[in-house]
C-alpha cells in the first residue's frame, strides 16, 4: 500500500526552522505496518524555489510518481488559504485516492471544513496516530468500514457524518519517533541558525521536537491542535465547554481513562530521542516546542537528571518554552535546567496589565510573576526572552501603559503580537459573531432581524468565515480584531508606538482620540499625568495664566 504524506508550506518570509513532525510519526507507523510511505515537505523544499511557494508542474511530478492509495496532508490555521488551493489540485491528480486531513486548520470545525473544501474525503479530529493507523487498516484490508473508525469527521455521499469520538492517548511512550530519513534533513540543517541564545545561534545542525501534548493552562487565546482536554470540550461542543465536558466525559468512562490538559512521555522516551538524533545526525543544538515544560516540575527535573547523565549536557545544548508562574514559585528550577545545558526559555507575558492577565487571559499569572521570571532568569545569566500581545478583548490605554513601562523598566525590547481569535481558541467561539461581522458587514445589520431567512445567513456567515480563514497568518499582522475598545488601525499605531517605547506618542493619541470620541477607553489615569506630554503642557500653561 502507498502513503504520501504533504506537509504545505507556511510563512513564506521565514525559514523551515521546524521538522514536520506529524508526518514523520506517521511515516513511522506506514513503515511497522509494512507499507510504503514518502513525505512531500512543501515547506522545506520551497528553500530549493527562492522560498516561494512551489509550482504545480513541480507538486504535479512528485504526485504521479507512484498510485497512492492514501495522502494525508495536514496543518495549521494559517495555512488554510494555501491547503484551499493544494487538494483540489491533489484531487484532480489523484483521483482515486483516499485524502486525508487534520490538524489545526481543520480539527475544531470539521463539518465546515468538508463544505469548504469539498475533495476532502475525512478528518481526522484532535490527535492523529490511532485514528491514522485504523484508516489504514481499513484501506489495505478492502474493507473501508470507516464509520467504526473513531475520532473521524467523514463524508458519506452528500452527507457529512462524526464517527464515535476517540479518547487521548495516555501513554505517549508508544507513539513512535518520527521517520527522520524521509525528512529534508540537509535543507533543516541548513537553516540551524536561531537567534535566541549564543549557542542556538552558532549552531550547525539544530534539531526540533515535541513531546508535550496540551498545556496545563487555560489561556482564552490559545488552542492545542485538539489534544488536550480543553480542546475537546471547545471541538465538541463548538466552543461549549460545559456541553463539550459531557461527551468528553462519556469518552473517559468508555475507555476507562481520564484525559488530561496536558500529557508528557516519560523522561526516558525524550532523552533517548535525543540520543537517536544525536548518533544519527550529530546534531549539536535542540529546539524543545513543548508548549510549557516548566509547568511539570517532576517531569523536567527527571528529564534534566537523565540528561545529564547521558552526557548530553555539553555536546547537545537546547532551548524550549514555559511559563511564568511555574518559575516564580520553583525559580531553583531554571538553574536545574541550565546545568542540563538549557540556553533559553521563551515565556509567553502577553501582558503586564494584572487587569487584562485576570479577565481576558486567563493564565492564572500576574505582573508579579513576570518580574519575578525576569529577575531570576538574569540570576543565573539567561537572556530573559518574552512574547506580548494586543488588542486583547478588555484592553484600554491604561493597560498598553502599563505594559510599556514594564518594558522600558526591564529593557525588554519586543513587537507584540495582535491577539487574534484563530479558530479553535476560546475567544473564537466567545467572539465569532462579531469576528464574522468583521469579513461581512451584513452581518451586522441583519443579526435578530425576523425578515432575513435563516438559510440567507448562514451563507453570509459561511462565505465570511471562508475569507476570515484565509486571511489568517501570523499574528504579528491583523485580521479580525476582538478588542471591544480600539480599531484595527489604531492597534497598528500603538502597537508601533509600543515597540518603540514611544509613551509620548500614546499619551498624545490617547488626548486626541479622547477629545474626538469621548470613548473613556482613552481617558488616561492620572497616574501617567506626570509623564503625559499634554497635561504637563496643560499644567505649565495653566501655572504661567495664573502667575499673571
Same mark, same amino acid.
Given at each position: 500500500?502507498?502513503?504520501?504524506?504533504?506537509?504545505?508550506?507556511?510563512?513564506?518570509?521565514?525559514?523551515?526552522?521546524?521538522?514536520?513532525?506529524?508526518?514523520?510519526?506517521?511515516?513511522?507507523?506506514?513503515?511497522?505496518?509494512?507499507?510504503?510511505?514518502?513525505?512531500?515537505?512543501?515547506?522545506?523544499?520551497?528553500?530549493?524555489?527562492?522560498?516561494? *511557494?512551489?509550482?504545480?508542474? =513541480?507538486?504535479? #511530478?512528485?504526485?504521479?510518481? +507512484?498510485? %497512492?492509495?492514501?495522502?494525508?496532508?495536514? &496543518?495549521?490555521?494559517?495555512?488554510?488559504?494555501?491547503?484551499?488551493?493544494?487538494?483540489?489540485?491533489?484531487?484532480?491528480?489523484?483521483?482515486?485516492?483516499?485524502?486525508?486531513?487534520?490538524?489545526?486548520?481543520?480539527?475544531?470545525?470539521?463539518?465546515?471544513?468538508?463544505?469548504?473544501?469539498?475533495?476532502?474525503?475525512?478528518?481526522?479530529?484532535?490527535?492523529?496516530?490511532?485514528?491514522?493507523?485504523?484508516?489504514?487498516?481499513?484501506?489495505?484490508?478492502?474493507?473501508?468500514?470507516?464509520?467504526?473508525?473513531?475520532?473521524?469527521?467523514?463524508?458519506?455521499?452528500?452527507?457529512?457524518?462524526?464517527?464515535?469520538?476517540?479518547?487521548?492517548?495516555?501513554?505517549?511512550?508508544?507513539?513512535?519517533?518520527?521517520?527522520?530519513?524521509?525528512?529534508?534533513?540537509?535543507?533543516?540543517?541548513?537553516?540551524?541558525?536561531?537567534? *535566541?541564545?549564543?549557542?542556538? =545561534?552558532?549552531? #550547525?545542525?539544530?534539531?526540533? +521536537?515535541? %513531546?508535550?501534548?496540551?498545556?496545563?493552562? &487555560?489561556?482564552?487565546?490559545?488552542?492545542?491542535?485538539?489534544?488536550?482536554?480543553?480542546?475537546?470540550?471547545?471541538?465538541?461542543?463548538?466552543?461549549?465547554?460545559?456541553?463539550?465536558?459531557?461527551?468528553?466525559?462519556?469518552?473517559?468512562?468508555?475507555?476507562?481513562?481520564?484525559?488530561?490538559?496536558?500529557?508528557?512521555?516519560?523522561?526516558?522516551?525524550?532523552?533517548?530521542?535525543?540520543?537517536?538524533?544525536?548518533?544519527?545526525?550529530?546534531?549539536?543544538?535542540?529546539?524543545?516546542?513543548?508548549?510549557?515544560?516548566?509547568?511539570?516540575?517532576?517531569?523536567?527535573?527527571?528529564?534534566?537528571?537523565?540528561?545529564?547523565?547521558?552526557?548530553?549536557?555539553?555536546?547537545?545544548?537546547?532551548?524550549?518554552?514555559?511559563?511564568?508562574?511555574?518559575?516564580?514559585?520553583?525559580?531553583?528550577?531554571?538553574?536545574?535546567?541550565?546545568?542540563?545545558?538549557?540556553?533559553?526559555?521563551?515565556?509567553?507575558?502577553?501582558? +503586564?496589565?494584572?487587569?487584562?492577565?485576570?479577565?481576558?487571559?486567563?493564565?492564572?499569572?500576574?505582573?508579579?510573576?513576570?518580574?519575578?521570571?525576569?529577575?531570576?532568569?538574569?540570576?543565573?545569566?539567561?537572556?530573559?526572552?518574552?512574547?506580548?500581545?494586543?488588542?486583547?478583548?478588555?484592553?484600554?490605554?491604561?493597560?498598553?501603559?502599563?505594559?510599556?513601562?514594564?518594558?522600558?523598566?526591564?529593557?525588554?525590547?519586543?513587537?507584540?503580537?495582535?491577539?487574534?481569535?484563530?479558530?479553535?481558541?476560546?475567544?473564537?467561539?466567545?467572539?465569532?459573531?462579531?469576528?464574522?461581522?468583521?469579513?461581512?458587514?451584513?452581518?451586522?445589520?441583519?443579526?435578530?432581524?425576523?425578515?432575513?431567512?435563516?438559510?440567507?445567513?448562514?451563507?453570509?456567515?459561511?462565505?465570511?468565515?471562508?475569507?476570515?480563514?484565509?486571511?489568517?497568518?501570523?499574528?504579528?499582522?491583523?485580521?479580525?480584531?476582538?478588542?471591544?475598545?480600539?480599531?484595527?488601525?489604531?492597534?497598528?499605531?500603538?502597537?508601533?508606538?509600543?515597540?518603540?517605547?514611544?509613551?509620548?506618542?500614546?499619551?498624545?493619541?490617547?488626548?486626541?482620540?479622547?477629545?474626538?470620541?469621548?470613548?473613556?477607553?482613552?481617558?488616561?489615569?492620572?497616574?501617567?499625568?506626570?509623564?503625559?506630554?499634554?497635561?504637563?503642557?496643560?499644567?505649565?500653561?495653566?501655572?504661567?495664566?495664573?502667575?499673571?
Amino acid at each position: 500500500m502507498n502513503v504520501l504524506l504533504i506537509h504545505p508550506e507556511i510563512r513564506l518570509d521565514d525559514k523551515p526552522f521546524d521538522f514536520p513532525f506529524w508526518a514523520g510519526i506517521f511515516a513511522s507507523i506506514v513503515e511497522q505496518k509494512g507499507g510504503q510511505v514518502a513525505i512531500l515537505d512543501l515547506n522545506a523544499l520551497r528553500m530549493n524555489n527562492g522560498g516561494n *511557494y512551489l509550482s504545480s508542474n =513541480f507538486i504535479k #511530478k512528485e504526485l504521479l510518481l +507512484a498510485d %497512492w492509495d492514501l495522502i494525508g496532508i495536514g &496543518g495549521l490555521t494559517t495555512m488554510y488559504s494555501r491547503l484551499k488551493q493544494l487538494i483540489p489540485f491533489i484531487r484532480k491528480i489523484c483521483p482515486n485516492s483516499t485524502i486525508i486531513t487534520g490538524g489545526g486548520w481543520a480539527t475544531y470545525n470539521p463539518d465546515e471544513i468538508l463544505k469548504l473544501v469539498p475533495d476532502i474525503d475525512m478528518i481526522c479530529i484532535g490527535e492523529g496516530e490511532e485514528t491514522f493507523s485504523e484508516v489504514y487498516d481499513q484501506i489495505k484490508n478492502g474493507t473501508r468500514d470507516f464509520e467504526n473508525v473513531k475520532g473521524l469527521c467523514l463524508r458519506d455521499k452528500n452527507e457529512i457524518k462524526f464517527t464515535e469520538p476517540r479518547a487521548l492517548i495516555p501513554n505517549l511512550d508508544v507513539v513512535p519517533y518520527p521517520n527522520y530519513d524521509l525528512f529534508e534533513m540537509d535543507i533543516y540543517f541548513r537553516y540551524s541558525s536561531y537567534p *535566541y541564545s549564543k549557542e542556538a =545561534f552558532n549552531s #550547525k545542525k539544530r534539531a526540533t +521536537a515535541v %513531546w508535550e501534548r496540551g498545556c496545563p493552562r &487555560g489561556c482564552t487565546f490559545c488552542s492545542h491542535n485538539g489534544m488536550s482536554r480543553i480542546d475537546l470540550q471547545n471541538i465538541y461542543g463548538k466552543g461549549d465547554r460545559i456541553e463539550g465536558e459531557k461527551i468528553v466525559r462519556i469518552t473517559d468512562k468508555a475507555n476507562d481513562t481520564f484525559q488530561l490538559p496536558a500529557r508528557w512521555p516519560s523522561p526516558k522516551y525524550a532523552v533517548d530521542n535525543v540520543k537517536l538524533l544525536k548518533e544519527k545526525f550529530d546534531i549539536d543544538f535542540l529546539s524543545i516546542l513543548d508548549e510549557n515544560m516548566t509547568s511539570n516540575r517532576k517531569w523536567t527535573q527527571e528529564f534534566c537528571d537523565l540528561y545529564i547523565k547521558e552526557g548530553l549536557a555539553e555536546s547537545v545544548k537546547w532551548g524550549t518554552l514555559g511559563d511564568a508562574p511555574s518559575v516564580a514559585t520553583n525559580p531553583d528550577l531554571l538553574k536545574t535546567m541550565k546545568d542540563a545545558g538549557c540556553s533559553y526559555i521563551s515565556f509567553g507575558f502577553e501582558s +503586564a496589565s494584572n487587569k487584562v492577565l485576570k479577565v481576558d487571559i486567563q493564565k492564572g499569572q500576574t505582573q508579579m510573576h513576570l518580574q519575578k521570571t525576569i529577575d531570576e532568569i538574569k540570576k543565573i545569566n539567561l537572556r530573559p526572552l518574552t512574547t506580548f500581545m494586543i488588542g486583547n478583548p478588555h484592553e484600554d490605554i491604561n493597560d498598553l501603559l502599563e505594559t510599556v513601562t514594564f518594558w522600558i523598566k526591564n529593557n525588554i525590547e519586543v513587537d507584540p503580537f495582535i491577539c487574534t481569535p484563530y479558530v479553535g481558541s476560546p475567544i473564537y467561539f466567545n467572539n465569532k459573531d462579531f469576528v464574522l461581522q468583521q469579513y461581512d458587514e451584513r452581518l451586522k445589520f441583519a443579526q435578530n432581524n425576523p425578515s432575513i431567512e435563516k438559510s440567507t445567513i448562514d451563507e453570509w456567515k459561511f462565505n465570511a468565515l471562508d475569507k476570515f480563514m484565509k486571511e489568517c497568518g501570523d499574528a504579528t499582522l491583523y485580521t479580525a480584531t476582538i478588542s471591544k475598545y480600539f480599531t484595527i488601525p489604531e492597534l497598528i499605531a500603538l502597537k508601533r508606538f509600543m515597540y518603540k517605547h514611544d509613551t509620548r506618542r500614546m499619551l498624545q493619541m490617547a488626548h486626541q482620540r479622547y477629545e474626538q470620541t469621548g470613548l473613556e477607553q482613552w481617558n488616561h489615569d492620572e497616574q501617567w499625568n506626570k509623564i503625559c506630554p499634554v497635561c504637563i503642557a496643560k499644567d505649565e500653561v495653566s501655572l504661567k495664566i495664573s502667575s499673571n
